[in-house]
């Protein structure tokens, strides 16, 4: 199996591993941020733009670079949302209500790799399988920063890790991790999605190598690699929409979802609405990020993430 580019924040590819079963070491990004020093590791306006996210859109606490992104919304703004665990500080206000939910239709999908059109399959992608699931709803986009600060100012969510411009409203909420959005989510009235949940809405149900189709991602269908090396306002590349019309299902952030992470699950998983692995210590991201190579945009790429996992270019989106 050939090697991959590297995913910083993933700990098998920040080893320049090839993916498989073997036991992936803590990341570098991770590390660093033990000791971050906040102008480096930020999430605002003020966050420096590192190569400790070289390749990624992934989780840790390494910075997605300068944050850019529009203004509307309701939060308050003119200033900066300072992050941390007490809620002392974070600035930012929002009465804005949950985003749009997309409708999935009940049916079957392919899902794992489908190698009669994608040559980067991966044996935790194997085998690719029919599954059908209930009809389910979606978030449109990533949850934004104007949506979680809503949950904080309700006093149901805990600020993010990091301090963001209270003014780019649309930008996606990251410096969270899945603890915080479980509780938003919770707060919505709705859920983090399941592997498969996120999969058929990602690529519909005939096992597309992306998100569009099968041909290769470039600036004009998702935010990766050489597009800006920073976070995008929520449907910023709607020539990337799934087949379902729903956003950012590659690029941007990488996405946090509800089931722990197996390697070996797709061998044993049930054929209709897998809830995912009963037990973990690991939880599974989807979709690649703004840093991420093309590799990691792919609709059945799977990484993985420890539950303190937080950083500038890891996020999420509901289902119900």
Not at 187 to 201: F, I, Q, V, Y
Not at 251 to 266: I, K, Q
Request: with cysteine.
């Amino acid at each position: 199996m050939r090697r991959r580019g590297m995913h910083v924040a993933s700990r098998r590819a920040m080893n320049n591993l090839p993916i498989g079963r073997k036991r992936p070491q803590r990341s570098l990004a991770l590390l660093a941020g033990s000791i971050a020093i906040p102008l480096l590791l930020g999430c605002g306006p003020e966050a420096n733009s590192g190569d400790d996210d070289a390749s990624s859109g992934a989780g840790g606490t390494s910075t997605g670079g300068k944050s850019t992104g529009g203004t509307a919304g309701t939060s308050t703004g003119g200033k900066s949302g300072s992050g941390g665990s007490g809620g002392g500080g974070f600035e930012c206000t929002s009465k804005s209500e949950p985003g749009e939910l997309v409708e999935i239709e009940a049916g079957e999908f392919t899902m794992g790799c489908n190698d009669a059109v994608d040559d980067d399959c991966d044996d935790d992608e194997r085998p690719m399988h029919t599954v059908s699931l209930a009809a389910f709803e979606i978030e449109l986009t990533e949850v934004t920063q104007d949506a979680y600060a809503a949950c904080v100012t309700d006093g149901a969510c805990d600020p993010p890790s990091c301090a963001w411009d209270c003014d780019e409203t649309e930008l996606p909420a990251t410096c969270v991790d899945i603890d915080r959005a479980k509780a938003y989510c919770t707060w919505a009235g709705r859920r983090l999605p399941t592997e498969a949940e996120w999969e058929k809405a990602a690529r519909g149900e005939d096992g597309a190598k992306y998100p569009w189709g099968n041909d290769e991602p470039d600036c004009t269908l998702v935010n990766m690699e050489g597009c800006g090396d920073a976070a995008m306002p929520v449907g910023s590349v709607p020539g990337g929409a799934s087949p379902y019309g729903v956003l950012d299902m590659a690029g941007n952030v990488v996405e946090m979802v509800a089931d722990w992470y197996d390697a070996s699950y797709y061998a044993e998983s049930p054929s209709s609405d897998p809830p995912g692995p009963a037990t973990g210590s690991r939880y599974v991201g989807r979709g690649g990020g703004f840093l991420s190579e093309p590799v990691w945009q792919r609709a059945s790429k799977r990484d993985l993430y420890d539950l303190e996992d937080a950083g500038a270019s890891l996020g999420f989106r509901c289902a119900r």
